[in-house]
């Protein structure tokens, strides 16, 4: 279609632009009003997925005995090829930063468990029902507690492939994990949907209000329930009387009681793409030109990362809104497509590579 791919040029490159060339997913059917991306993201983002997964709630204890939440879609059973197998790949889905769950993310979930993956969704500290039992919350960009959850996926799941998605917000954690990690990620690959790359100039910025107030909105209701504990390490009035994202940021990790520290240091260790040039597992991030929660494209792409690291990818499409990328007909979301066929690019790829080179399969 209109979608254009911004990358560094390689086999792996070529091999992703045949994949997708072939794709319908990105000739998809029309969208009635293109021009108008909050109608498209508000439509995604309201829309129930179909039918109502079923999921399977595991709660995972970290090293200092906080706890993270992890939903295991396991149903409808009515689904083809639901449920997976032994070595079906892990598909890990990680939320925005306010820790909802979209329509769309489910919706993604409900397309993967149809073809075979094992789809299950990350929940951070206090983030969707998850019990907060340490009085601390994961930081924007602190890949701390994803890390506990990729090796504990790695364990249960030790002959399947690793993939990751993450939505929105969400994927500054992503970014700063593959960052950090390096060739220690564990996954095979990852995928961004309308990710934010420069947080601090994203909080800075403001969206507009009709997107901030109930994203501020849900995150004081669920830092609402833990106020008697936060209340030890922060001003819960000052917290939930903020008026903006960047107030309650502040306010959360900034102005500490114990470890105060400055919005500067803060996003020193925070930024997503602080360690992007350590990352060695190919991301494809599906971005919309018109993406009214991001930014304009010419301040809030990383171009120049796309253009000179051989494992970032992106795939740039004039409308699509934030997450939305909607489309008439079955499954209303374009991108979710174009991801998995991504992955599926991906493992060929991988596999013509093991074989041209005569490497064992790693065990």
Known sequence: GHCR????PSAL???LVRSLGRSAALRGGRWPWPCWPQLQMLWQLLQPPEPEPVVARELLQLSDAGLVALDWLVGPWGAAGGGGGVSSPV?????NAAGKVSGGLLQLGLRALERGFIPVIFNRRGHNGCPLTTPRLQPFGDPGDLREAVTYLRCRHPSA???AVSEGSGSGLLLAYLGESGSSSRLAAAACLSPIFRGRDWFEARMPWLYEWPLLLHLKQGLSRYAGALAEVVDVDRLLGS???????ETLFCRTRSRPTSWESYWERNEPLRDADEAAVPVLCLCSADDPVRGPPGQSLPREL???????FLLLTPHGG???FPRRGPGRCWAHEAVLEYFRAMAEFLRTEERRKGLPRPR
Do not use: D, N, T, V
């Open 161 to 163: 492939s690793l993939l």
């Open 13 to 15: 490159a070529q091999h």
């Open 322 to 324: 934030h997450c939305g």
């Open 5 to 8: 791919l911004l990358c560094k």
């Open 91 to 95: 598909l890990l889905l990680i939320p």
């Open 306 to 312: 796309f253009r000179s690291s051989p494992y970032f």
């Open 243 to 249: 008026r903006s994202l960047r107030e309650l940021e």
